[in-house]
C-alpha cells in the first residue's frame, strides 16, 4: 500500500522556522523524484520545492528561494522541507508529493497534507 505521510507542520511566529518531514512507503521512493506543493485558503495549489529522485537537483518556487531548502534520505524513504524566516504568506497546507514519468504513464502520489500556520 503507497503511503505518504507529512508531519512536522504547526504554529510558528514570523521569522520562525519549521521542518516537515515526508516518511514514504509502498513503493520504490529512491527512483521517485519529490516535490513539496502548498495550497493557501482561496488560492490554487502551487509547487514549492522539487528535489530529484538522487537527490542531485533542487527546484525552488521564486517565493521561497533563499528561505526553504529540500532534501531526502533515500535509504530511511524520507523527504524534508526545511522552511526559514517565515512570513504570513507561507501559512498554508503543505504537501508532499512523489513522481516518476514512465514509458505511456506517470505515477503520481501524495500525502494528505500538513498545516503549517504562520502568527503572532
Known amino acids: 500500500q503507497v503511503q505518504l505521510v507529512e508531519s512536522g507542520g504547526g504554529l510558528v511566529q514570523p521569522g520562525g522556522s519549521l521542518r516537515l518531514s515526508c516518511a514514504a512507503s509502498?513503493?520504490?521512493?529512491?527512483?521517485?523524484?519529490m516535490s513539496w506543493y502548498r495550497q493557501a485558503p482561496g488560492k490554487e495549489r502551487e509547487s514549492v520545492a522539487t528535489?530529484?529522485?538522487?537527490?542531485?537537483?533542487?527546484y525552488f518556487a521564486d517565493s521561497v528561494k533563499g528561505r526553504f531548502t529540500i532534501s531526502r534520505d533515500n535509504a530511511k524513504n524520507m523527504g524534508y522541507l526545511q522552511m526559514n524566516s517565515l512570513t504570513y504568506e507561507d501559512t498554508a497546507v503543505y504537501y508532499c508529493?512523489?513522481?516518476?514519468?514512465?514509458?505511456?504513464?506517470?505515477?503520481?502520489?501524495w500525502g494528505q497534507g500538513t498545516q503549517v500556520t504562520v502568527s503572532s
Open positions: 509502498g513503493f520504490t521512493f529512491s527512483t521517485y523524484a
Open positions: 528535489i530529484t529522485a538522487a537527490g542531485i537537483r533542487t
Open positions: 508529493n512523489t513522481w516518476r514519468v514512465v514509458l505511456g504513464g506517470k505515477y503520481d502520489y
